[in-house]
């Protein structure tokens, strides 16, 4: 089993940056792709920015230029770094993680996930 525990999540101003961090129990090494998905009120979950075990990115059309997606292998985290943020960024942001021979973008396990609200 893996768990993955984010934190990072916040109140920022329109314009602003956060970081958000998740911190899985295992080597990253030891799962698939991690990404970091959202989840905004009355509205289904969607993939914010996906990292293959082989360092690819992937990003969803709306935070393209605006957030970036990394690892730290050492520490097995992998974090979401938001910049100019917007008021539709606003959701709460779930870390997922494929399993090792799983689906890609199927994520086997989840985070508790991290409130982020951007105030216009």
């Known amino acids: 089993q893996v768990q993955l525990v984010e934190s990072g999540g916040g109140l920022v101003q329109a314009g602003g940056s956060l970081r958000l961090s998740c911190a899985a129990s295992?080597?990253?090494?030891?799962?698939?792709?991690m990404g970091w998905y959202r989840q905004a009120p009355g509205k289904q979950r969607e993939l914010v920015a996906i990292?293959?075990?082989?360092?690819?990115?992937n990003y969803a059309d709306s935070v393209k230029g605006r957030f970036t997606i990394s690892r730290d292998n050492a520490k097995n985290t992998v974090y979401l770094q938001m910049n100019s943020l917007q008021y539709e960024d606003t959701a709460v942001y779930y870390c997922?993680?494929?399993?090792?021979?799983?689906?890609?973008?199927?994520?086997?396990?989840w985070g508790q996930g991290t409130q982020v609200t951007v105030s216009s």
């Open positions: 295992v080597s990253i090494f030891r799962i698939g792709a």
């Open positions: 990292l293959t075990r082989g360092g690819t990115t």
């Open positions: 997922g993680a494929d399993s090792f021979s799983g689906p890609f973008g199927a994520p086997a396990w």
